[in-house]
């Protein structure tokens, strides 16, 4: 407590001077294409972000450090994307921004209104209503229907409807005696979430079924007083997974793909099989910035940015990047378990098991541990919808980081 | 001249990365080790119900009690919160019998004792919580 000042500054400063050094490398590589908004854009976000990072150490009164974890790995992937795609990178940097701007509109509204625990209807409302619209207006892409664009700006719903999930699960749970007493009350959700989960194999959205099925499993094993309705669902949810691989033939082919990917390496093998490639080339320390041939792997910059990572600056970053995960995620866990609101409670530990659930699919994909679902590493990989929504939550988990019903006495 | 920089920066950012996530460990470390044991010795003492950084001043998770001890924002007291909510002599705690009362040293904010205010003197239980300015405390007493 008494040296808290200096304390923070720390990691504060060693942020600054990776981007510093990150950014000035990045300018050196591109020095031939280099123009005057692309040295304005980089040097701003580095000042919007440690601007930020110094604000909130001195306006909040919750967490310190999940802010500074996120703008870390946001860093690191801005700086491989930016080494990929010059265009890509810098479009992410205003995403990044944006998204930064958000989390600080995010944590001021969610604070100053009360009463988010009450809205379960409109939670599930808006949900289906973006679920209808993305199939009605969605455009197919990579054999998935989870992109609508209106008016030039395209989105995926599905990051929004995460959050949303997120909050409606919270808010069935706090309410949790009121509902009981109706008679179907104590199904109302699990009726929710597999008309959720229905809608997704109707896009297609396998990664997204996957985040779903644990994100709602993990808060029902913890919330649920009906233990019997917890094993039921896990009994029907792997029986729908069988059934699935049976039916369609996408599953079936990504779980052949899991099993054996040199056998298809020509074809649906080839994405996961360049990526463990660029792993391994890479070792421990990589092989510099610039140097590798990330560029090999399709859809590096989003699904595949990890092996990236790996590539150019090490597997010991790649480590580090899980490991910033695993602290942002306890962090998640602390402040559920210190936060005394129970709506907000849930909240907590329903975005760091998203985090950690969305991160572990992803990381566990790309070196081919479990079956490859193409979902983005939050606030690491390229893409705006995704890293808008994961700041999104993460300025709600700010705020349930603080003492709520304190406030309200 | 860019593939040697290139090559000297990826050990650098390593260093820097583990050198980030070994601050913030720290960081966390200093949180955690800042929940101290109660302090065995003790058998009644006041312990802190708020989050320690979710107040601006210093404050302790636990304050042992004596025979007579004053609270308050004046450096003379026992036990000294800096809270601005908290007047100069706040309010005492005096053991009588092995009982323990509070009494309130008409203090501007006031003192609630499980959320009723102090009007004179209060007997303490184990278990009632006290809340002074922005710190609320609990009170426990194992003797």
């Known amino acids: 407590m008494l040296n808290r000042g200096v304390n923070y500054k720390i990691p504060r400063n060693l942020l600054f001077l990776f981007e510093s050094i990150a950014l000035f490398l990045m300018f050196m590589y591109y020095r031939n294409a280099l123009d005057r908004s692309t040295i304005i854009y980089g040097l701003s976000l580095i000042f919007i972000i440690y601007i930020s990072n110094l604000i909130l150490s001195k306006i909040v009164s919750g967490d310190n450090y999940i802010f500074l974890i996120v703008t870390m790995l946001a860093s690191i992937g801005i700086i491989m994307i930016y080494r990929i795609n010059y265009e890509q990178g810098f479009k992410q940097i205003i995403w990044i921004s944006l998204g930064i701007v958000l989390f600080f509109a995010t944590y001021f509204i969610v604070k100053r209104i009360k009463g988010w625990e009450k809205l379960f209807l409109y939670y599930c409302l808006a949900s289906v209503f973006l679920f209808l619209a993305t199939l009605l207006l969605g455009r197919r892409f990579k054999g998935a229907i989870n992109w609508i664009s209106i008016g030039g700006i395209s989105f995926q719903p599905t990051e929004i409807i995460k959050i949303l999930a997120i909050l409606m699960i919270a808010s069935y749970y706090t309410n ?14 699990i009726g929710i979430m597999y008309l959720f989960v229905f809608f997704l194999f109707l896009q297609r959205d396998l990664g997204s079924v996957l985040i779903f099925c644990s994100l709602f499993l993990a808060l029902q094993y913890i919330y649920d007083e009906n233990r019997k309705l917890v094993l039921a669902n896990i009994v029907v949810l792997m029986f729908s997974g069988l059934l699935g691989y049976v039916i369609f033939p996408h599953v079936r082919i990504r779980f052949e793909t899991w099993i054996n990917p040199w056998e298809y390496i020509d074809t649906i093998g080839y994405q996961i099989t360049q990526s463990l490639f660029a792993i391994s ?8 910035l610039g140097l590798g041939h990330p560029d090999f792997i399709p859809e590096v910059s989003k699904d595949f940015i990890f092996s990236a990572i790996c590539e150019e600056m090490g597997i010991l970053t790649g480590i580090g990047v899980i490991m910033l995960f695993m602290i942002l995620v306890y962090r998640g866990f602390k402040i559920s378990i210190n936060q005394r609101n129970k709506f907000f409670r849930i909240v907590a530990l329903g975005i760091s098991i998203l985090f950690g659930i969305q991160s572990f699919i992803i990381f566990g994909g790309v070196i081919n541990m479990i079956p490859l679902t193409g979902i983005t ?10 890293m808008l929504s994961s700041f999104i939550a993460l300025g709600i988990l ?4 603080e003492e709520l019903d304190i406030e309200e006495d | ?39 065995a010795d003790s058998g009644t003492y006041l312990k ?59 203090s501007a904010n006031g003192t609630y004792v499980n959320g009723d205010r102090v009007m004179d003197v209060v007997k303490l239980n184990n278990g009632d919580r006290i809340s002074v300015g922005q710190v609320e405390f609990l009170f426990v007493n194992k003797e």
Do not use: C
Not at chain 2, 6 to 16: A, D, E, Q
């Open chain 1, 281 to 288: 080339e890479g070792g421990f320390f990589g092989t510099g």
């Open chain 1, 398 to 401: 700010q705020v349930a980081s």
């Open chain 1, 377 to 386: 590493i939050p606030f690491v990989s390229y893409g705006g919808s995704s």
């Open chain 2, 1 to 39: 001249m860019f593939n040697i920089l290139s090559l000297v920066f990826k050990y650098v950012f390593i260093v820097i990365i583990y050198m980030f996530i070994f601050s913030i460990i720290k960081l966390i470390y200093l949180d955690i080790k800042g929940i101290r044991p109660i302090p």
């Open chain 1, 176 to 189: 949790y005696d009121r509902f009981k007493e109706k008679k179907w009350g104590r199904y109302y959700l």
């Open chain 2, 48 to 106: 802190l119900i708020n989050r320690k950084d979710t107040l601006p001043f210093k404050v302790k998770e636990y304050y042992p009690l004596e025979d007579n001890v004053f609270l308050g924002r004046g450096n003379d007291n026992e036990i000294v919160i800096k809270d601005p909510y908290i007047s100069k002599k706040h309010l005492r705690i005096v053991k009588d019998e092995d009982e323990y009362f509070l009494e309130d040293l008409k």
